[in-house]
């Protein structure tokens, strides 16, 4: 142990030698130098001393390390009350004042700064401690991966002390900072916020928001901003280079077969309500998912400043379907030649003659009324013949008849001359351009005329060759069979003429003639091959329907396995019936037969979907502001398909303004439960043209009590819708004047006023009748009477020639030579 000195121990601990001697001689150890020895001990015994001593002071004498004053301070203030009434008065009635007591209260807490300097200090080591640790376990440091995330924020070990250093520098003197760094976070966030905020059209980079139209779009974007904040988008992106268009855009609009409402919008790039106005400022009523045939979209989109682009779709299954010209030989082939001309001119007859059949005699009601397709051998070669109805019904069955062929034998009865139908079909032969030849029929009969045929279809254009056209007349007989040989030679040597050829090595393709639903055997289609050979199973594609051939059949009903071009045969196994006049064509697989049978289906669908619907809004506008229209409804079915045609066309034109025909529905086929379910729910009156109804559709209608109508002729039909129509037209009321009196005198009765006293010169006067007073002719009063009598007595009815006292109700200014014209109401019941 080592002793120093008084001087050395004060050095050593840095206070004056007084200082020290005081605090020895305190601790009661005996030094009165600065030269006198301290031992150890007393080293010890002075530090005891010490630690003591302060441990008492830092609680007692030290004082407080903080100090925290409260402040209250009250003061008065006297406020004098001014009543009105004393500015009023501008004298002070009563010197009223109120005294408010304020208080002030304040409270101030002071730290050391000593204590403040010494807890920052520790703190700033300990943290410079720890790092210096974690420096040391991290060594070698990787790179810290925040860096990367947060590109515009310094690293993260420089964030760390500025944190630490922020709180000590901003440290405000003597007063500690409570939460004033929380308080300029916030302000600097509210800052920011502000600043966020769409401050009208510019946005806080400077970019247009042109294509904003207004600020309601300004939530929407918001996830947007904040992606872009946190960096996810960058801002490079929002520089778009959108121009705010200076004149209107012209689009080119693609438009299918049908397009909905929403699609053909989108198309313009406009509003779907922007079409639907449009559509109803047409007068068409439409909603979003409206479908639009190609004509109406069309005509839309014109409107609205853009260019329709008509999309055939058809176009697709054409280049599917085109039968490839592979160089396949083409040879000669029979002519199709159709028949037609007015009704009962002999046209069957002619056939029959030639075909050696006895159609005509079998026909319901003596008029044809299918599509007859037959090939006949004559002696002269094949000839394929097509039999028309001459009745107005079909004119859809002729147009078909003319589009299918290639001559056209128009049949003129020499008895009756050039009638609608004899027009009508020289009309459709001139529209279909087929050749045609002129058989003048009936030339057995004693009335026959052939030059009065000849003049009359000179006025049609059609003049014969010995006058100078280019027309072949034929005179003929079906009954006696002269000329009939002529007319095939003409025929022939058209057909010669035209040079008629097919390939007939390939796949088949025709025209369906006529199709019909057989209750055991299913769909049954004629079909009229044009080219190629038709061989059994082939896939067939007719309009929406397809199929393999099952079985094929001849006019005869013999079971055919070919059939070559220029041959009708009636085709079994299709789906279901296709539409007459349709394109029948053989492909080479089945699926896509299917396919495009499937899409033409739905196609069709849509098309009639948007005709019904044109149509209802035609009803709709049609019968605004016009007196409630009387509606039959109408459910057939038929036996083939131009029946079912023709009987639609027939019956709708009856419709008139004020009653109207309804076809509920139409078909091809049997009537079955689901259609006596339709016509009840409808209230239709069911129409069987030469079919019938099943069990279960006859006990529906029994059930009901609904009366089923068969009819095999179709002017029957048309006759009894027509009565039936008749029966729903409003009676007519007609007036009738049933008597006229002179009056020859007028008496003044006080009981009944004027009484003029007539001569009855017409007909009868009834009492109970409303009359007319005619003066010169002119009617001057109408109204009924008062009284009528014969002499004295009352009378019911005066006849003519006989004299009677008239009074008129509320009339007394008859004078003589005036008129009583005495009339009836009656209703007449009106035909169509
Ligand atoms: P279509 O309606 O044109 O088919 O006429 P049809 O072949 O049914 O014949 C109508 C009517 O005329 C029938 O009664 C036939 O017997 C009759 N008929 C047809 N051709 C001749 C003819 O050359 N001479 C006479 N006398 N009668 C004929
Ligand atoms: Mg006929």
């Not at 394109?583 to 948007?610: G, H, N, P, T």
Request: charged share 30%.
């Amino acid at each position: 142990m080592t002793d120093v000195t008084v001087k050395e121990f004060a050095d050593v601990v840095g206070i004056p030698i007084d200082r020290l001697l005081l605090q020895l001689s305190s601790a009661g150890i005996k030094t009165e130098k600065a030269d006198d020895k301290i031992t150890d001990k007393e080293k010890t015994a002075l530090l005891t001393y010490l630690r003591g001593l302060h441990g008492a002071k830092s609680q007692a004498e030290a004082g407080p390390s903080r100090i925290t004053l409260k402040r209250k301070a009250v003061s008065e203030i006297r406020q004098p009350v001014v009543s009105p009434r004393t500015s009023a008065g501008g004298r002070a009635t009563q010197n009223r004042s109120r005294t408010i007591n304020v208080e002030v209260r304040k409270k101030r807490t002071y730290v050391k700064r000593e204590e403040v300097l010494a807890e920052e200090e520790e703190r700033l080591k300990s943290l410079k401690e720890e790092r210096q640790r974690e420096l040391e376990k991290t060594a070698p440091p990787p790179p810290p991966p925040i860096v990367e995330k947060e590109p515009e924020v310094a690293p993260k070990s420089e964030t760390k002390e500025l944190v630490v250093e922020a709180p000590a520098a901003k440290q405000p003197e003597p007063v500690m900072p409570v939460a004033a760094p929380a308080a300029t976070d916030k302000k600097e966030r509210k800052d920011k916020k502000r600043s966020n905020k769409p401050s009208g059209r510019a946005g806080k980079r400077g970019e247009k928001e042109l294509h904003i139209a207004s600020n309601k779009t300004a939530r929407k974007r918001k996830p947007i901003r904040k992606a872009r904040r946190s960096g996810a988008i960058s801002t490079g992106d929002t520089q778009h280079g959108f121009a705010m268009p200076t004149a209107p855009i012209t689009r080119e609009v693609t438009i299918p077969a049908t397009i909905t409402v929403s699609d053909l919008a989108q198309g313009m790039a406009v509003k779907a309500a922007e079409v639907i106005k449009y559509l109803m400022s047409m007068g068409t009523m439409a909603t979003i998912n409206q479908v639009l045939d190609q004509e109406t979209a069309a005509v839309v989109v014109e409107d609205m400043g853009h260019t329709p682009k008509m999309l055939n779709e058809t176009k697709h299954e054409e280049s599917v379907l085109a039968v490839e010209d592979n160089g396949v030989e083409k040879k000669p082939r029979a002519p199709v030649v159709t028949i037609m001309g007015h009704v009962d001119h002999g046209k069957t007859s002619l056939l029959d003659y030639i075909r050696c059949s006895k159609v005509a005699a079998g026909e319901a009601g003596g008029i044809t009324q299918h599509i007859g397709a037959y090939r006949v051998k004559t002696d002269k070669g094949m000839v394929a013949f097509l039999d028309t109805p001459g009745h107005a019904a079909f004119t859809a069955m002729r147009a078909r008849g003319a589009q299918a062929t290639d001559i056209v034998i128009l049949v003129v009865a020499a008895d009756d001359g050039v009638m609608p139908q004899t027009i009508e079909a020289i009309q459709h032969s001139k529209a279909a351009d087929v050749p045609m030849i002129v058989a003048i029929n009936k030339m057995d009969k004693a009335d026959a005329d052939p030059d009065r045929v000849k003049q009359e279809l000179g006025a049609h254009e059609v003049i014969p060759e010995d006058w100078g056209g280019d027309v072949m007349f034929v005179n003929v007989s079906a009954k006696t069979g002269d000329g009939v040989d002529a007319l095939l030679d003409a025929i022939l040597l058209q057909a010669e003429l035209m040079e008629l050829t097919a390939a007939v090595d390939q796949r088949a393709s025709g025209v369906v003639i006529e199709s019909a639903l057989d209750r055991g055997r299913g769909p049954v289609a004629t079909i009229l091959v044009q080219s190629g050979t038709l061989k059994k199973c082939d896939i067939l594609l007719c309009g929406n329907e397809h199929g393999s051939v099952r079985v094929m059949y001849d006019e005869e009903g013999r079971e055919v396995n070919f059939a070559g071009p220029s041959t009708p045969v009636a085709v079994l196994g299709l789906s279901g019936t296709p539409n007459a006049g349709d394109d029948a064509i053989s492909v080479a697989e089945e699926r896509v037969a299917r396919d495009i049978a499937e899409s033409r289906q739905i196609k069709s669908r849509d098309l009639k979907l948007a005709k019904q619907h044109a149509a209802r809004l035609d009803d709709v506008f049609n019968s605004m502001g016009k007196e409630e229209v009387g509606i039959l409804n109408l459910l057939f079915k038929a036996d083939v398909q131009g029946s079912v045609e023709a009987l639609k066309d027939s019956l709708n034109k009856l419709s008139t303004d004020e009653v109207q025909v309804k076809i509920i529905a139409s078909g091809v086929g049997g009537i079955n439960e689901s259609d006596i379910n339709l016509a009840l729910a409808s209230e239709a009156v069911v129409i069987g043209f030469n079919v019938r109804a099943d069990a279960t559709a006859r006990r529906l209608c029994q059930e009901a009590s609904m009366e089923l109508k068969y009819y095999s002729v179709i002017y029957e039909v048309i006759d009894d819708v027509k009565a039936a129509l008749s029966g729903m037209l409003s009676p007519e009321i007609r007036e009738e004047i049933i008597g006229l009196a002179q009056v020859r005198d007028v008496f003044k009765s006080p009981k009944f006023g004027a009484i003029a006293g007539c001569m009855v010169i017409e007909g009868n006067v009834k009492r109970s009748s409303p009359i007319r007073v005619l003066r010169d002719n002119v009617v001057i009063y109408e109204g009924e009477l008062e009284s009528l009598r014969r002499f004295k007595d009352d009378a019911n009815e005066v006849k003519n020639g006989m004299e009677c006292g008239i009074g008129v109700k509320n009339y007394s200014d008859v004078k003589v030579g005036d008129q009583i014209e005495v009339f009836e109401r009656i209703s007449v019941q009106r035909t169509l």
